[in-house]
């Protein structure tokens, strides 16, 4: 069936850097784009950034745009959101989500699991 | 960006009636081009992932209770649950896909 599966859980702490990876399958992996949600605890879902799993164009979100790099792997259908220089405040439930093909081809059909992510000295 | 808003913030309903929950968004969502709202509703329960439960502002995803509708076009949208259900008891939000950032609304939490 069409999945995503995401890496497991972290604990980091502040100032180091963190890469959650999100496996595709049952699906074309090259078709489809992906996009990387948090969700903080309490909070609402924070879009973070989209990648073409074609050509990996990526667009970012503005707050994130030094922070953070997406790649994918088209040999293993995989995606991964490289986050650096975390504190605090990036403690949160991170998703990756099925997208289109463009950007705003699609809404978001298909999502991983959640990888949780912790921060603390 | 385009900022979505949604109203109430949170909302009580009786089993078997029906629950509306508001989505307006900074500007419009509607591509002229091929007349679609960029505009979905989720569903979250606790400890899971956002579920697709309706895109293009009302097109109900595959599997989806039929109970489940979208409307609204341009900058106001609406989510209806005709009859609530138990298991309907979650948060529900709206997001725009029509240009990043694609933006969600801040949630509704719907209650019995």
């Known amino acids: 069936q069409v999945q995503l599966v995401q890496s497991g859980a972290e604990v980091k702490k502040p100032g180091a850097s963190v890469k959650v990876s999100c496996k595709a399958s049952?699906?074309?992996?090259?078709?489809?784009?992906i996009n990387w949600v948090r969700q903080a605890p309490g909070q609402g879902p924070e879009w973070m950034g989209w990648?073409?799993?074609?050509?990996?164009?990526?667009f970012y979100a503005q707050s994130l745009r030094d922070r953070i790099t997406m790649t994918t792997d088209g040999s293993t259908s995989t995606a991964y959101m490289e986050l650096r220089s975390l504190t605090s405040d990036d403690t949160a439930v991170y998703y990756c989500?099925?997208?289109?093909?463009?950007?705003?081809?699609?809404?978001?059909?298909?999502w991983g699991q959640g990888t949780r992510v912790t921060v603390s000295s | 960006d385009i900022v979505v808003t949604q109203s109430p913030d949170s909302l009580a309903v009786s089993l078997g009636e029906r629950a509306t929950i508001n989505c307006k968004s900074s500007?419009?969502?509607?591509?002229?081009?091929?007349?679609?709202?960029?505009l979905a509703w989720y569903q979250q329960k606790p400890g899971q992932p956002p579920k697709l439960l309706i895109y293009?502002?009302?097109t109900r995803e595959s599997g989806v209770p039929d109970r489940f509708s979208g409307s609204g076009s341009g900058t106001d949208f609406s989510l209806t649950i005709s009859s609530l259900q138990a298991e309907d008891v979650a948060v529900y939000y709206c997001?725009?896909?029509?240009?990043?950032?694609?933006?969600f609304g801040q949630g509704t939490k719907l209650e019995i």
């Open positions: 989500a099925r997208g289109g093909y463009r950007p705003s081809d699609d809404a978001y059909d298909i």
């Open positions: 049952g699906y074309n992996f090259a078709t489809y784009g």
């Open positions: 990648i073409s799993a074609y050509n990996d164009n990526t």
């Open positions: 500007q419009s969502v509607l591509y002229r081009t091929n007349n679609k709202n960029y």
């Open positions: 293009w502002a009302s």
């Open positions: 997001q725009q896909y029509y240009n990043t950032p694609h933006l």
